[in-house]
């Protein structure tokens, strides 16, 4: 059985919002998975440090921002990845310098198998999906939105990618709350 992860970012790093109340909005938009401008419409947007942000303010690969925010470092050593499975939308950071960029999940499956994942009232806790919905898919979003709980899920192969790479800030975890989630 291949194992799946849900996707975030990891606790000890930067935490970023939309600097005015529009780009928040926007930000929102992408946490609820609503629909957003086509890339080629795009203007990006200036995210600011939130203000229970970890100390030091040192900008991993992968970072939340109402949902995952990855480095130039992260869209380069992904591509192949991203290409196949997301769109990235440029953001600036108002502490950092370089590329950032919003990921969003243009996989979207009907994958996940109800019998035996664990569903509460506050959504997905424990994910079992059919692997040939999934097929070779390396990152995907659910077609139920409201079971991602904001994030996207990803293959062990993904999960290897991150490591080879040497990517910083990348959270896998197996299970919703999971006290042994993986932080590269």
């Given at each position: 059985?291949?194992?799946?992860?849900?996707?975030?970012?990891?606790?000890?790093?930067?935490?970023?919002?939309?600097?005015?109340?529009?780009e928040e909005?926007?930000?929102?938009?992408?946490?609820?998975?609503?629909?957003v401008p086509?890339?080629?419409?795009w203007q990006p947007l200036t995210l600011t440090l939130y203000e229970s942000s970890p100390k030091p303010y040192k900008p991993g690969d992968c970072m939340h921002a109402g949902g995952i925010l990855i480095s130039e470092r992260a869209a380069d050593?992904?591509?192949?990845i991203w290409q196949r499975h997301a769109q990235l939308y440029p953001v600036f950071l108002d502490n950092a310098d370089g590329n950032f960029y919003f990921v969003r999940a243009t996989t979207v499956l009907d994958c996940l198998d109800?019998?035996?994942?664990?569903?509460?009232?506050?959504?997905?806790?424990?994910?079992?999906?059919?692997?040939?919905?999934?097929?070779?898919?390396?990152?995907?979003?659910?077609?139920?939105?409201?079971?991602?709980?904001?994030?996207?899920?990803?293959?062990e192969g993904f999960k290897q990618r991150v490591k080879k790479a040497k990517l910083k800030g990348f959270c896998f975890e197996a299970r919703f709350g999971d006290p042994k989630a993986w932080v590269s």
């Open positions: 059985m291949t194992q799946f992860y849900r996707l975030s970012a990891g606790a000890s790093y930067p935490i970023y919002q939309g600097r005015t109340k529009l909005v926007v930000v929102r938009d992408f946490l609820n998975f609503k629909p086509p890339l080629c419409d050593a992904l591509h192949d109800h019998e035996q994942s664990e569903l509460d009232r506050y959504g997905l806790r424990r994910w079992v999906f059919d692997e040939n919905a999934v097929g070779d898919a390396d990152f995907f979003w659910l077609n139920e939105p409201s079971l991602c709980l904001f994030y996207p899920f990803v293959s």
